[in-house]
């Protein structure tokens, strides 16, 4: 007769214990052999080592202007030179310099937007996903209104009439990526609200704040923080898309989605100008992308691949 004998063990009545692994043993297992994973992890923390050790990479001052020196090509080109391995814009700085700058600017605001979003987001999920009734038609007639404004068209209509700079930036589209959090976590919670725990929480006369928080919650943070890695993606794409526009970061701050900007109009005679930072971009965004789906399929119970 067989008989567990501990929590990874089972007596197999043979004389043999069979040794099962521990979900974080599991888990382990599943990061090592998810390629999108590690691949995406690897990437963003190459970015991220950038972006802090900014001051040691960058061999120049990202805002020194030397028009002696302006449109010098990248080392591998013909005239390039090792003193600015990727060339010098219009205005004679530094590309590296710009560019390895211009990662923290990425990160700022794809980070900053994603946590107004995620407070946003889990609030209006939370309530929708507990409360239900009236008080979940009400958020789901605000989701919908939200989804069917496009986030772009809004963000160029917002900022032109406020004006453009980081911080507006940073409101504006934080104000306009909630959906996927608010979509997410009204449905998890609505499937969590029906679990046993819950229900005998409530019965024994524990507070909604009581349960949201340490009931629920707990059980949501997976959930958020695999749609905060796609979030943040998706707003540094808006971000450079409004920088491009003009509407974004200002000059001279060194952003990407500004640096393609400026490099739009020499691209036929300098392609490196736009290039380098849209290489850097979409490096970033996959990055994050492959990250939080492969955190998806890695913590998910049935074990995607």
């Not at 898309?241 to 970061?249: H, K, N, R, Y």
């Not at 500004?258 to 736009?274: Q, T």
């Not at 990055?287 to 789906?293: C, E, H, I």
Request: glycine share 10%; net charge neutral.
């Amino acid at each position: 007769m067989t008989q567990a004998t501990s929590n990874n063990k089972f007596d197999s009545g043979l004389g043999l214990d069979v040794v099962f692994p521990s979900p974080r043993q599991i888990m382990r297992q599943r990061m090592i052999h998810h390629k999108g994973f590690i691949v995406g992890g690897v990437m963003v923390l190459l970015i991220f080592l950038m972006a802090i050790f900014a001051p040691a990479i960058a061999p120049h001052d990202p805002f020194h202007q030397d028009l002696s020196i302006r449109m010098i090509p990248p080392v591998w080109n013909e005239n390039g030179t090792w003193n600015y391995p990727l060339g010098t814009d219009n205005l004679g700085r530094d590309y590296l310099s710009r560019l390895v700058y211009g990662c923290r600017i990425s990160l700022l605001i794809g980070f900053s937007c994603m946590m107004i979003a995620a407070v946003i987001g889990a609030i209006l999920g939370l309530t929708a996903g507990y409360f239900g009734g009236t008080v979940d038609m009400v958020v789901s007639f605000i989701i919908t209104v939200r989804l069917a404004l496009p986030a772009v068209l809004v963000a160029i209509a917002v900022v032109a009439l406020i004006g453009g700079s980081m911080k507006i930036v940073i409101l504006v589209l934080g104000c306009l990526i909630w959906d996927r959090f608010a979509v997410i976590l009204r449905a998890t919670t609505k499937q969590i609200r029906a679990i046993d725990y819950v229900q005998a929480a409530q019965a024994a006369g524990c507070s909604v704040l009581r349960v949201i928080v340490l009931e629920i919650m707990p059980n949501l943070f997976n959930s958020i923080v695999i749609v905060a890695t796609l979030e943040i993606g998706r707003a540094i794409l808006l971000e450079a898309a409004l920088s491009f526009l003009g509407m974004g970061v200002q000059p001279p701050t060194p952003s990407w989605g500004l640096m393609i900007s400026e490099g739009k109009d020499l691209m036929l005679f300098n392609p490196y100008l736009v290039t380098i930072p849209g290489v850097a971009l979409f490096i970033l965004v996959l990055g994050m992308n492959l990250f939080g789906d492969g955190l998806r399929d890695v913590t998910s119970p049935e074990g995607r691949s």
